[in-house]
Each structure stands twice: as C-alpha cells, then as structure tokens.
C-alpha cells in the first residue's frame, strides 16, 4: 500500500507527485499508439485534427487496392509458412531442452537465443548475402527461413515454461502402460502442454507478421509484405492509407498476444496444479 | 548399490563377493551409461532439426558475412602479375620497374575480361581517387599505341605518388585488417603503425559515438519514466496494477514499425506534439521536430519503455512492503529507507532494464531510417547503406563485426552478472 495510515504532509505530497507523474507516462505511452486509430476513420487526405468527417475510405484503400491486397497476401504466407516451422521444430526442442539428459543445454540455451540478440541489420543483411548465392533471395523459402530463426526462440521459451510444470512420470506410465513414444506425445503430452504451444505459435505468427527489416532485404517486388509496403509508404509519401494499415496490425498483433499469454499463463497455471 | 555391499565378517567370501559385485557393478554401470547414452542422442535428435536450422539460416549468413570483413581476394585474384612482382618488395619507396609493367598488364587483363570497373572499385576503397586514375590509365594504355606499357605508367603522376604502392600491396593480401581498421577510423601507416586517418575521411567513430549516446539517452529516459511507474504498479492493489500493466503492454504489443509510424504522424510540423507545445507555451513557434535528434530519442523512448520498465517490475513486486515500514519505525527517514533497503534490492533490475534498453538501442534501424535526419543516422542504418547504395559488401560486415562485438560483449555482461532468465518479460 502506498499511504501509511497516518500519512504526513510531505508523504501526501509525494504520493500525489508520483501519481501525477505516473499519470503523464501512461499518456506517453498509450496515446500514440491510439492516435493512428481516429486519423485512419478521417475522410480527409491529412493528419490534422480536427477530423474532417467519418469515413472507411483508407480502409476500402488498404483492403481494396491491388498492392495492398498482394501485401496481405504475402505476409500471410510469410507468418503462416514460419509459424508451422517455428513451431514443430520450437516444440521439439523445447521437449529435449526439458529433458535433464539433454547435454550441453549451458551452451545451446545461447545459441537458440542469439537471433533476438544479434541487431537485425546484421541478420538481415548476412541472410541477403548467404541466400543469394544458394538461391534462396527473392524467394517465399528464404523468407520464411530467416522468420524462423528470429520466431522459433520464443516457441522454445513458452513451450520450455508449460514443460516445467509437466510430469516426466506420466510418460513413463503411458509407456509402461505399453503406448508407443508417438502415442504418448500426442496423447498424454501434447494435450497437457497445448496452450503453452499455440501460444508459442501466436508469438511466432505476431514475430515474422511484424518484421520489416529482413523482408527488406530478401524480398522480391512483387513479395512485398504489409510492414514493408507500410515501411516504403512512410519513406515516399505521407498517406492515411497507412495508418489504416497500421490500425489494422496493431489490432492484429494485440489480438493474437492477449490470446497467446492468457493460453501461456493457463498452460503454467494447468500443469503447476498436476504437479 | 548399497544391497551389495557385503557383510564385514567373513574376509573371504568378502573378497570373492567384492570382486563379483565389481564385475557386476562395473556391467551394470556400463549398461547404464549405454542406455543413457542412447537417451542423450535422443534429445539431441528431437534439438537437432532446428538446430540445424538455424545453423542454416542465420549462423552460416552472420559468419560469412563476418568473414567479409577479414577476407577480400577482389584485388589479389585480379592483380596476379603485380602480386608476384611485388613479391620481394620491401615497401620502401617505389618498386621496381617490373612492377610498373606488371601493374599495366593486369589492369589491360582486366579490361578484356570485364572486371577492370570492380577492379576500380576495389582499389578506390584503400586509395580514394584510384577509380578514375585506373580508368584514365587503361584508356592511354588501350589506345596509346606504340608507347611501351611502362612509359604510360610512369607518365600518370598517381602511380608514383607515395601511399600508392603500399595500398596496392597491401591490397594483394586477401586477408585483411583494412577494413576492420577503416571501421573504427584507423590505418597502417607507412612504417607499420596504426594512425587516425584524416580527418575528412574519418565518420564511422562519429557514428560509433552517435549510437551509443542515443542509446544512453534512451536509457536513461526510459529509467526516468519507468521506475517510477514500475514503482506505482507494485504498490497500489492488484486489480488497479492489472489495468496499469495493461497500459504497458499495449504498447509492448505493437510493432516497432506501427509505433514508429505513429510517431511520424505525432511529430509533423501539423502535428499532435506541436499542437501540445505551443498550446503549452513551451515552444513559440512549430518546431522541426521529424528528421531530427530530439524526436528520433522520443520515438525510441517510447518503443523502448516497457523493455525498461518490465524488468524493475518483477523485481519489485517481490519486495515486501513491511521492509519498508521496518526501515520507518526503526527511525529512517523516507529518503535514508528508500536509499538503504529499497534500491539495493531493485537494482538488479534496474540494472537489467537498463542493460536491455541500451543493448536493443544499438541496434536501432527502422526508426532511425524514418525519424532521423541525415545526421541521426545510426550504425545499423550505415551497415544496410553500404549494402543497398555503396555495394561495399566490406565495409558493411566490418561495420557489423564491430557492432556485433559491443553487442554481444554487453550480452555476456548481462548474462554473467545478470542471468539468463532476467531475459523473460513479465
């Protein structure tokens, strides 16, 4: 609690400096991420407000033109193509980290970590030169190869939380109980720890459906995706159009990340009481 | 194990049980590092298909990359003649006029076989100015005649201007400190020790400086408004602390790009900052706030906050509010309390925070590249510059080798001191 039951003057009138200035950081935090909302519903070609009148005229833009179109349909490939790699292969090895037999997990922890460590330039522009010379530049594959690396490491950290709380006897039962290591994964296994892994495959989606600056390197014209269509609209002209696409993710990727942790935090909650 | 320890009494049958047990002992542990053994390479299995993976595609594209920046054969593969030539050189002076001639009939080679513009190039990296002397020269050697290739070399004054020689041959070492050495505003001077260059062609320390100062302003103003934020969150009951988290993650949630995008809406001469400015009578006229320094750390501040802030959180929430009461009743003063029992307990976050923040700073790009003027230009924004505009493939591994270094350097710094498990948001 903050007031003491008896305050003084001066801890009244710190408490009430502290929430003042609590007060302006939230609005310094939460009204530029609302303001793109109100301007994408302006009938008018500026950002000024007032606003001119109501209209979806910039959302007919960014669903209806033939660019964005392609826009979407791009990125949807890219984080759908990188969310099922990320996920199986996250999955997989988030069971064997878990595993106390697994060697050397000091070393591969790091490892599997660095994509989110190494800056992003690095990694976009060392994927460029690599996948150039194999044939992987300006191809879908590609794309969704250099996702991978930077979404599989949150599969493995949210996968690896719901196995901590997971019941290594449980397979050991279902084996002795003469189901096959297949049978027991889907069986007993999969189903326990299934929040923990769609939620990994929501961060993994919201991952490679936000990126821009490897898309940038490694996409054809014509694989443009959303971030960058939006990336090479801020760069040449100032239109609305874009803060209908940036009103339209924001409220894609919040979606999904509410969704992923309230699933993270049942999957803990759920295996912490099997426990 | 303990069931075959033998009893104590009977030495004999002691000796005849031991060595059995041995045996046995010794089959069975066998068996156990066998089995276990198995189990091992059977985790590593079910790690390895993403392992490999990213191994593929991220590890394999970082160390070329890196390796670019040590390891250029443009030069070498294209001067064989004069590599040879320069052989027994001993870097003092001029060589030898074989070298002259040698040179000539590289630079002639290249020309017919199409290389002589990337020659070009690769020469004007180390000698600035060497572009179009090579292409002068391959003309006047094309079209000179009968004027032996030697007397051509000798008659353009750049071939024998000192600084010249020593480039080439050093030049013709595919191994090279050249460009990690340019990347940090160094070179070989002529007798073998390390110089600034000139100043006009010195600006990647300025860049250097730049990033780091941007990302200790960002952090700090991060500190500044999280901690006491993170403080409010971890004091007021747990339905309010709920809807301030929320605040935060909001945000947090948002991509880097939407958010930047956000900021370049807010920070037009017509925009919402602007408006809030003047309407408070902090600023007189509108000011230039996109593409400039001021705005570029406000953007950042923003994105970066909840990385701050969230760690400090975590830490906070665990500290018992009855230390604090203890600490009053026991005759601290409000500031003596929160200075001696408070913050040596959250500095582990603030420490984390912090870290984090200036890390991730570092590596800014998007939103240098959209809110920063031409003088906020950070080094990522360099980095992708010399790949998409310079074509200097070089310049830009060097310029991530030493990125990377400072990163992981300050990685390793956290990790040690910090753990891993710091890393987890929330």
Same mark, same amino acid.
């Given at each position: 609690?903050?007031?003491?039951?008896?305050?003084?003057?001066?801890?009244?009138?710190?408490?009430?400096?502290?929430?003042?200035?609590?007060?302006?950081?939230?609005?310094?935090?939460?009204?530029?991420?609302?303001?793109?909302?109100?301007?994408?519903?302006?009938?008018?070609?500026?950002?000024?407000?007032?606003?001119?009148?109501?209209?979806?005229?910039?959302?007919?833009?960014?669903?209806?033109?033939?660019?964005?179109?392609?826009?979407?349909?791009?990125?949807?490939?890219?984080?759908?193509?990188?969310?099922?790699?990320?996920?199986?292969?996250?999955?997989?090895?988030?069971?064997?980290? %878990?595993?106390?037999?697994?060697?050397?997990?000091?070393?591969?922890?790091?490892?599997?970590?660095?994509?989110?460590?190494?800056?992003?330039?690095?990694?976009?522009?060392? %994927?460029?030169?690599?996948?150039?010379?194999?044939?992987?530049?300006?191809?879908?594959?590609?794309?969704?190869?250099?996702?991978?690396?930077?979404?599989?490491?949150?599969?493995?950290?949210?996968?690896?939380?719901?196995?901590?709380?997971?019941?290594?006897?449980?397979?050991?039962?279902?084996?002795?109980?003469?189901?096959?290591?297949?049978?027991?994964?889907?069986?007993?296994?999969?189903?326990?720890?299934?929040?923990?892994?769609?939620?990994?495959?929501?961060?993994?989606?919201?991952?490679?459906?936000?990126?821009?600056?490897?898309?940038?390197?490694?996409?054809?014209?014509?694989?443009?995706?959303?971030?960058?269509?939006?990336?090479?609209?801020?760069?040449?002209?100032? %239109?609305?159009?874009?803060?209908?696409?940036?009103?339209?993710?924001?409220?894609?990727?919040?979606?999904?990340?509410?969704?992923?942790?309230?699933?993270?935090?049942?999957?803990?909650?759920?295996?912490?009481?099997?426990? | 194990?303990?069931?075959?320890?033998?009893?104590?009494?009977?030495?004999?049958?002691?000796?005849?049980?031991? =060595?059995?047990?041995?045996?046995?002992?010794?089959?069975?542990?066998?068996?156990?590092?066998?089995?276990?053994?198995?189990?091992?390479?059977?985790?590593?299995?079910?790690?390895?298909?993403?392992?490999?993976?990213?191994?593929?595609?991220?590890?394999?594209?970082?160390?070329?990359?890196?390796?670019?920046?040590?390891?250029?054969?443009? *030069?070498?593969?294209?001067?064989?003649?004069?590599?040879?030539?320069?052989?027994?050189?001993?870097?003092?002076?001029?060589?030898?006029?074989?070298?002259?001639?040698?040179?000539?009939?590289?630079?002639?080679?290249?020309?017919?076989?199409?290389?002589?513009?990337?020659?070009?190039?690769?020469?004007?990296?180390?000698?600035?100015?060497?572009?179009?002397?090579?292409?002068?020269?391959?003309?006047?050697?094309?079209?000179?005649?009968?004027?032996?290739?030697?007397?051509?070399?000798?008659?353009?004054?750049?071939?024998?201007?000192?600084?010249?020689?020593?480039? *080439?041959?050093?030049?013709?070492?595919?191994?090279?400190? @050249?460009?990690?050495?340019?990347?940090?505003?160094?070179?070989?001077?002529?007798?073998?020790?390390?110089?600034?260059?000139?100043?006009?062609?010195?600006?990647?320390?300025?860049? @250097?400086?730049?990033? @780091?100062?941007?990302?200790?302003?960002?952090?700090?103003?991060?500190?500044?408004?999280?901690?006491?934020?993170?403080?409010?969150?971890?004091?007021?009951?747990?339905?309010?602390?709920?809807?301030?988290?929320?605040?935060?993650?909001?945000?947090?949630?948002? =991509? *880097?790009?939407?958010?930047?995008?956000?900021?370049?809406?807010?920070?037009?001469?017509?925009?919402?900052?602007?408006?809030?400015?003047?309407?408070?009578?902090?600023?007189?006229?509108?000011?230039?706030?996109?593409? =400039?320094?001021?705005?570029?750390?406000?953007?950042?501040?923003?994105?970066?906050?909840?990385?701050?802030?969230?760690?400090?959180?975590?830490?906070?929430?665990?500290?018992?509010? =009855?230390?604090?009461?203890?600490?009053?009743?026991?005759?601290?003063?409000?500031?003596?309390? @929160?200075?001696?029992?408070?913050?040596?307990?959250?500095?582990?976050?603030?420490?984390?925070?912090?870290?984090?923040?200036?890390?991730?700073?570092?590596?800014?790009?998007?939103?240098?590249?959209?809110?920063?003027?031409?003088?906020?230009?950070?080094?990522?924004?360099?980095?992708?510059?010399?790949?998409?505009?310079?074509?200097?493939?070089?310049?830009?591994?060097?310029?991530?080798?030493?990125?990377?270094?400072?990163?992981?350097?300050?990685?390793?710094?956290?990790?040690?001191?910090?753990?891993?498990?710091?890393?987890?948001?929330?």
């Amino acid at each position: 609690m903050l007031l003491s039951p008896y305050p003084t003057l001066g801890e009244r009138i710190r408490i009430t400096l502290l929430w003042l200035w609590c007060g302006l950081v939230i609005l310094f935090l939460l009204v530029p991420i609302l303001i793109p909302v109100p301007l994408s519903f302006n009938s008018g070609a500026f950002f000024i407000f007032p606003l001119e009148g109501l209209s979806t005229r910039w959302y007919e833009v960014v669903l209806g033109t033939q660019r964005w179109q392609s826009a979407i349909g791009n990125s949807l490939i890219v984080a759908f193509g990188t969310t099922m790699i990320a996920t199986t292969l996250g999955t997989l090895t988030a069971i064997a980290l %878990s595993d106390e037999k697994f060697p050397g997990r000091r070393i591969v922890m790091p490892l599997l970590l660095s994509p989110l460590i190494v800056p992003v330039v690095i990694t976009a522009v060392g %994927s460029y030169l690599f996948y150039a010379r194999v044939g992987l530049a300006s191809t879908y594959a590609g794309i969704i190869l250099a996702h991978t690396a930077l979404a599989s490491p949150f599969v493995v950290v949210t996968v690896g939380a719901s196995l901590t709380g997971f019941d290594r006897n449980l397979m050991r039962a279902a084996a002795i109980s003469g189901a096959r290591p297949l049978t027991a994964f889907l069986r007993v296994m999969l189903p326990l720890i299934l929040p923990g892994v769609l939620s990994g495959a929501a961060f993994a989606f919201v991952t490679s459906f936000d990126e821009v600056v490897v898309v940038q390197f490694l996409a054809s014209a014509g694989q443009r995706t959303m971030p960058l269509e939006m990336f090479i609209g801020l760069r040449e002209k100032l %239109s609305p159009a874009i803060t209908a696409a940036a009103t339209l993710m924001m409220a894609l990727s919040i979606v999904l990340l509410i969704v992923a942790n309230l699933l993270a935090r049942r999957g803990q909650g759920r295996s912490a009481k099997g426990n | 194990m303990s069931a075959l320890q033998p009893s104590e009494l009977d030495r004999p049958a002691l000796a005849r049980g031991r =060595s059995a047990a041995d045996t046995d002992q010794k089959s069975v542990s066998a068996a156990l590092r066998r089995a276990e053994f198995g189990d091992r390479l059977r985790t590593l299995a079910l790690a390895a298909p993403l392992l490999l993976l990213l191994a593929l595609s991220f590890g394999i594209p970082i160390v070329l990359l890196l390796s670019r920046a040590v390891y250029d054969p443009t *030069i070498a593969n294209a001067l064989p003649r004069t590599s040879q030539a320069l052989g027994d050189w001993n870097g003092q002076g001029q060589p030898d006029d074989a070298a002259f001639t040698a040179l000539a009939a590289d630079l002639r080679d290249n020309q017919a076989k199409g290389t002589g513009y990337e020659l070009a190039k690769a020469l004007n990296a180390r000698l600035p100015g060497a572009r179009s002397q090579v292409l002068k020269t391959v003309r006047q050697l094309e079209g000179g005649g009968d004027k032996p290739p030697l007397e051509v070399m000798k008659s353009v004054p750049f071939w024998s201007a000192p600084g010249t020689w020593p480039a *080439i041959a050093n030049g013709t070492h595919s191994i090279t400190s @050249f460009y990690l050495l340019s990347a940090l505003d160094l070179r070989w001077n002529a007798d073998g020790s390390l110089e600034r260059v000139p100043p006009e062609q010195a600006i990647f320390l300025q860049v @250097f400086l730049r990033t @780091f100062f941007v990302a200790a302003a960002v952090t700090l103003a991060t500190l500044l408004l999280g901690f006491p934020l993170a403080y409010l969150i971890s004091s007021v009951p747990k339905g309010l602390a709920a809807i301030l988290i929320v605040a935060v993650l909001l945000p947090f949630w948002t =991509s *880097i790009l939407v958010r930047t995008a956000a900021w370049t809406v807010l920070l037009q001469k017509f925009g919402l900052v602007n408006d809030l400015l003047l309407w408070l009578g902090f600023a007189s006229e509108r000011l230039d706030l996109m593409y =400039s320094r001021i705005g570029l750390i406000i953007a950042m501040t923003h994105i970066q906050l909840p990385f701050t802030l969230l760690p400090i959180y975590s830490v906070m929430r665990t500290i018992a509010p =009855s230390q604090m009461k203890a600490a009053y009743s026991l005759g601290a003063m409000p500031f003596t309390a @929160f200075r001696r029992v408070y913050l040596p307990q959250v500095f582990p976050g603030v420490m984390a925070g912090c870290l984090l923040t200036f890390i991730l700073c570092l590596g800014y790009y998007i939103t240098p590249a959209l809110i920063g003027g031409a003088s906020d230009q950070l080094i990522s924004n360099f980095i992708a510059n010399y790949v998409n505009v310079e074509l200097n493939w070089e310049m830009a591994a060097a310029l991530s080798f030493i990125l990377l270094v400072f990163t992981l350097a300050l990685f390793g710094i956290f990790a040690r001191i910090l753990g891993l498990d710091r890393l987890k948001m929330v």
